[in-house]
């Protein structure tokens, strides 16, 4: 319950950078980064397949990732790995420095003495 | 997206999902779950796998036509486990659009569709007006001599032309029986004016239309399919008309049927018609087209016809039967006039029905959303949209009324093949078919229907409410009402509808009834009536023909079983036909342009006992007065009491017809149309010998249609070429003559049947929908101690007020649609109490008659089962 509580909303399109930024990494399946990305943020973003999966497959449909079928490294199953591409890497680029700003500009607002200080 | 690209992704997306919940439930299993627990688990972390699967695949395809068809191919699974919805559903929506689209096919057809001749908007019937000043534009028919001036002065049209309907008998030959048609007379230049041209063969010339040249004929198409069996061959050769030689010139096109639908014969006016007939300015015969000159208005052209009329009028004032004006309207209001108002009525009783057909429909989709409200409200808890869930919805209502449109359309197609059959009378039935319009305007009806019985079942259920349902459980007593309510506001409309139909079926009925129980001043009954006439060609002398009738009426007499038989001109219920200028000789000369012009017929001496037309003073006619000693006139009780009134009209004498003749005596009056008031008539003798053509009427108590055959034999062997035509009992001839009444009637009053039964079906469906709600109330009620007959009482008077309020709204409705048929109605008022009164009763009667087995259910309902089945 308490889990539930803490889960946070992501903003609207927070989670396709966090996506790419995971990819960054190399060549992941879905499984990976929901749990990379659950781990990394101490559980505190609790990944929801509902909107992992719909948000993969809207970035490979604007050619941000491209997928493939590949054996998994212990050898015995497939899984369906997706990997940056040039243009995703640009779009990943473009919306950290967004995100900065954006994180700065709210920062700025909510702690205004720490900032004079 | 095509579809096998869409499956290969839903493959691949299964997979994907699939193979990494396989590793979820691996990893759950190596942090110590139990291998039983662990598919659960991986679930729980996963979340559930159609609804992302649905979701991801829905990135792919968010604008596509994909998911309509889904939604499509989902209302046609739903629709085809709910059979009885929807079957009740289609079928009247079926009965809704069609009879609308029938009836603007019609209407399109006959009243909006440009008439077929070139340029028809340029095209005006010309009237002669104004005889008696009282204002009201009369649309008279033109006399010769006017005509005449109006062709010749005239600055506004490019063309005038006349044409006079009549009937000719076409000889017998090659066999082929003689028959009586129905012909035209026309001016050479017509077809012309029109800007048609024969199918074959060629239009008069002026040459062929004077008294001097040979006789021509063009034929109808269908007349010459039939008669001559299609034969090109039939050009320049002769047929005789009422004995006199025609050379066929030509075959107009199939669709001409100017100036009347059943035309069959055109031949050149000044040909056929005495040249007195053709100067005359006193003998209103004709109808007169134009086409109006370019730049020329419809009202300069009138402006300048009256001024030439005014004109002619000044110039002749010591001939009182010049008309001082003249009117005009578009060539398309004349041909249609009688059948507009009608028609328009009708259109809107039908859009009447399509409203509650929309309606009913819409409160059965309200009464299954409710029934379906479990399954919604999971969908919607399972994350299905509000938005989504709208639009399913509106795809099934899409769904039915497209289904119901489809059925329409071929109800549509029965209900014209129907009236094109037996409406022949109908001006343009040729062009009645359906079209390229008329299907747009089916798809537009099907998807307003869809758009107006949707939105109200949508709006019937929010999302809240929705969610609240799983809450609600069945116990729901509250909620229920509130939506029975809805239903409820829905019936009234209906019912109020309803109501506004039956009045105007009511008033139409009545004044039907009226019409035929009108007293025609005859015997009706057993009397059966044939048309006849010798050609002049042949009968030239008036001793000819006074000795045919002579000799045909004495042997139609010697018939066994015939117990009377006269011959008259005109009888009752044929129109008015002629009238004669008439004048009293006893009275002084009336002022100078002023005249007095009396319905005229011919008729022997014992017409009037045959027809039981009542002499009420006096004697009929000598009988022994023949040809020029025939110098006695009959005239009607009405022509008595407007022309003497206070003075003793026998033995004075009147000039008509170019003879004096003395009034020996009066008889009762008789109606020249069914529904309208009798008019002065006065009778000349048959055996003067002047009349040619007339109607023959024998009277026989018992089966008078048994006479048909002798007759025509006794005519044939008395003249082989002579037809007889139009074999009418007098009862098949008045019905003729409200066939358009009894047309409109029984159609009005079907719908309204239609949508009573509609409403009654509502009402007993929300009615059995209340009572199943609140069963579980009337139970603790009914053991609480509740009397039955309360109980009854309670759910009588809840089902009631629908049908009360939409009752006494629709008798408002009603008053203004009355007044919108005043024009159809005759002798009754638009607001008739007995017609209000007893469709009021009919209504309530209705209404209780639904309302009461439900009510009568609830009342005898067992408490402890109501209790246990909830």
Redesign the interface.
Known sequence: MAKQTQRAGLLQGTLDMLILRTLLYGPA???QIGKHIQRTTNEFLQM???SL??A???LE?KGWVVSKWETAPDGN????YYRLTEKGRKQLLAEESHWKKMAEAVARVMWPAAEES | MNWWQSKKRDEDLERELRSDLELEEEEQREGGVSADEAPHAALRAFGNPTLVREQTLAVWSWNSLESLARDLRFSLRTLWRSPGFTVIAVVVMALGIGANVALFTVVRGVLLKPLPFHDPDRLVMLYEAGLHEDGTPSFNPVSGGMYAEWKEQNRSYSSLALAKEIRVGLSGSGGQLPEKLNSALISWDLLRTLGVQPALGRDFAPSDDNPAANGTVLLSWGLWKRRFGGDPGILNTAIDLDAMRYTVIGVMPQWFDFPDPSTQLWTPVYHDKPEETMTSYSNHLFRVVGRLKPGVSASQGAADMKLISRRIHNAHLDNPFVFRSANSRPLLDHIVGDFKKPLYVLLEATSCLLLIACLNVANLLVARAEARRNELAIRTALGGGWLRLMRERMIECLVLSAGGGAVGLLLAFAVLAWLTHTRHDLSRVESIHIDGAVDAFTVGVIVMCALFSGLIGAFSTSDKRILSALHEGSRSVAGASSRAMLRKVLLTVEVGLTVILLIGAGLLLKSYERLRSADMGCITQNVITMHLGIPDARYSTPASRANFYDTLLQRVRALRGVDAAGFASVVPGQGQATDWAVTVLEHPPLPPGNGMSVLGRWADSKYFGAMGIPIVEGRTFDASKRLGAANEVVISESFRKRYFPGEDPLDKHLRVRGRDAVIVGIVGDTRYEIGEAPEPVQYLPLAAGVETVGTLVIRSSHDPEQFALPVQRIVSEMDPDLPVSDILTMNQLLGKSTLDQSFNTTLLVAFATLSLILAVVGLFGVMSYVAAQRTNEIGIRIALGAKREHVMRKMLLDGMWPAVVGLLVGLAASLEAGRLMRDLLYEIKPLDPEVFAAVAATLLAAAVFACIVPAWRASRLDPMQALRAE
Not at chain 1, 77 to 80: A, L, T, V, Y
Request: glycine fraction near 12%; avoid cysteine; charge should be positive.
């Open positions: 399946h879905g499984h929801q397949h509902g999966y719909p993969l497959h809207r449909r199953r497939e899984f369906k």
